[in-house]
């Protein structure tokens, strides 16, 4: 008798491979891999999320694609991967932040918000008849003055960064940052850094206009987000 192939476990996202692998969340994981790349970064002043937008028609109206969301006041959260699941669970994430602050009074932690994104992703891969949610968040934000950075993984894993990246330049940014980033960069400096990381994980046939990039930034002083102008984009190209 034959040992089975990996077909015969990657049909159901309940059943587990004799290796203990899921692989209908390892495809997933692809699909955030193939996405375009989007970076998060820590500075002293706050937190910046960084996105590369690739459209692939020039009658697509390029403000329509977006790669960066509004969570809350506080929270912004950037996607890399299917779109269409980027926006459900930024829906989701948004309804999270309005329950908290009608219970509570106050803005949730931004901590507590990636963990609860988390724990919805996992609960798509050990349901019968559903996939996975086949994107990937950097959920950035400020609490208590504190500026914080987490990665969701389409497993509902959940990590805490001073720098990361998501999707197709993934490995070369993290190369990158590894050599030049520092603590306590200001807000200038840690932008820059990432748009220079975001152009060298860029093939040699694409370039990066202000079209095609997005950037916000979460302050810690102001506890706000701000998303920079396309003139402000085109100045910092």
């Known amino acids: ?14 059943v587990f491979s004799p290796d203990g692998r899921l692989f209908q969340v390892e495809y997933a994981r692809e699909a955030v891999r193939t996405g375009s790349t989007s970076i998060g970064i820590l500075s002293k002043d706050g937190v910046a999320l960084v996105a590369h937008k690739r459209i692939a028609s020039a009658l697509i109206v390029g403000d329509s694609h977006e790669k960066i969301f509004q969570i809350d006041k506080h929270v912004a959260a950037a996607s890399s991967g299917l779109v269409a699941d980027a926006r459900k669970l930024v829906d989701f994430a948004r309804i999270e932040c309005q329950k908290h602050h009608l219970t509570y009074g106050e803005f949730i932690p931004v901590e507590m918000l990636a963990k609860k994104l988390g724990d919805h992703l ?3 891969t050990q349901l019968g008849g559903v996939r996975p949610y086949g994107v990937s968040l950097l959920v950035a934000g400020v609490s208590d003055g504190s500026p914080r ?18 999707g ?17 960069l200001a807000e200038i400096d840690a932008v820059k850094l990432a748009v220079k990381a975001l152009k060298k994980s860029l093939s040699q046939d694409e370039k990066l206009t202000p079209s095609l990039l997005d950037i916000t930034f979460i302050s810690k002083t102001t506890g706000t987000s701000k998303s920079y102008s396309k003139e402000e ?5």
């Open 1 to 14: 008798m034959y040992p089975p192939q990996q077909s015969a476990y990657d049909r159901a996202i309940t």
């Open 122 to 124: 996992q609960f798509y």
């Open 149 to 166: 950075l987490f990665e969701t993984d389409p497993s509902g894993a959940l990590f805490e960064y001073k720098v990361t990246a998501i």
């Open 168 to 184: 197709t330049g993934k490995k070369t940014v993290e190369e990158f940052m590894e050599k030049e980033y520092k603590d306590n």
């Open 233 to 237: 984009l085109a100045a910092l190209l």
